[in-house]
């Protein structure tokens, strides 16, 4: 950040507690700060599920308490045409994706980003758990200081020049001091539950919402064997290691182990499972044809850490170039890859970036 005390900071509110103390760190430290609430999703906002009605009354009775102004910007065309597409692309093609990571590339840190500078603004914040270190060359996102809470999972698509303009205040804050802080400045939102999955679905049933736009296409459940042990509703509603709603239940002659979702085979639209914590459930490697570095990319082939899914533990990997693409390799095998989502990198507490898992061996 500049070393100037008072800056012109455009906070994104969503009405939750981070982004609430987020917008007060910086009022404190005496910033001009204005609250901005980005509406996504074009949809009912008496909805239960997505309450962007509520949502708005908690930014805008925090932006009351602290004395600043709050907008509410629509981005919904914008989080269709970048974000919503691709997502259903994804579920067409098999493939189980993650909008908040593009959400975050092309809405938050992109769209908002913008308006933010044609404002006006010298920087945007977010209530995001990660961190900024700024170096002599160069920009680098940090890991955030609550192990439980770090998201820098879901910023890793983000480039330097995106991060040069943007803060995250409660980076080096855990969860509990936030709430805390929160209840002692008053604000109404202080134990208001953290926002789970992505707001156009919510809480509503997923498969519900899902068959509003792509047709199912139900087909056959089998075992690694070939024999079919029921029917499945479209392989879009599954996703690897899938546990629940197989519905399979107990068989005559079988162990009592549950059963795992291990495999889609999209050519013959048919679920492949196995009982237990069957070998086919982890694979070692895993491939994709595009890598995003945050920074300037690093020689290959490179030893590291990764993750295949938020709040995995970091896991030794090496990442090298193949005919296709690239290639990681795990130091063990990781259970349940799962093509659509993304492997992020790092080096200690630096994210270094990812890229889209294309497919497991």
């Not at 197989?246 to 162990?255: A, D, M």
Request: charge should be neutral; charged fraction near 20%.
């Amino acid at each position: 950040m500049q070393n100037n005390s008072s800056l012109h900071i455009i906070v994104g509110m969503s009405g939750g507690v981070d982004s609430s103390v987020a917008a007060y760190l910086l009022k404190k430290a005496g910033h001009r700060v204005t609250g901005v609430f980005m509406k996504n999703w074009e949809g009912d906002d008496t909805d239960a599920y997505c309450p962007a009605t509520q949502d708005i009354a908690d930014a805008q009775s925090v932006c009351d308490q602290l004395n600043i102004p709050l907008e509410v910007i629509n981005f919904s065309d914008r989080y269709w045409e970048r974000v919503f597409t691709h997502f259903l692309q994804e579920y067409r093609a098999g493939r189980t994706p993650n909008p908040d990571i593009l959400c975050n590339k092309e809405i938050k840190f992109r769209a908002f980003l913008d308006y933010a500078i044609h404002r006006g603004a010298d920087y945007i914040a977010t209530g995001h758990y990660a961190r900024i270190a700024q170096t002599a060359s160069a920009t680098h996102l940090l890991k955030g200081c609550d192990a439980q809470k770090d998201q820098s999972y879901f910023l890793h698509a983000l480039d330097e020049a995106q991060l040069q303009k943007s803060l995250f205040p409660v980076g080096e804050l855990t969860k509990q001091e936030v709430r805390i802080l929160a209840k002692q400045l008053g604000f109404q939102n202080s134990t208001k539950k953290d926002s789970t999955g992505i707001c156009f679905i919510g809480e509503r049933k997923f498969k519900q919402f899902l068959s509003e736009y792509l047709p199912a296409q139900p087909g056959p459940i089998e075992t690694l064997d070939g024999e079919v042990l029921g029917q499945h509703d479209g392989l879009m509603f599954y996703t690897i290691g899938q546990r629940q709603g197989l519905l399979i239940g107990g068989r005559k002659g079988k162990l009592e182990s549950p059963w795992y979702v291990v495999e889609k085979d999209l050519a013959r639209n048919v679920l492949k499972i196995a009982q237990g914590e069957h070998p086919a459930l982890f694979k070692q490697h895993l491939t994709t044809t595009t890598l995003h570095w945050i920074n300037t990319p690093p020689a290959l082939p490179l030893t590291a850490q990764a993750k295949i899914r938020y709040r995995q533990e970091d896991q030794a990997c090496r990442i090298e170039k193949n005919a296709q693409g690239y290639t990681i390799s795990f130091h063990l095998p990781q259970r349940a890859v799962t093509p659509g989502q993304s492997v992020v990198f790092y080096q200690d507490n630096q994210c270094l970036g990812g890229a889209i898992i294309e497919a497991a061996y």
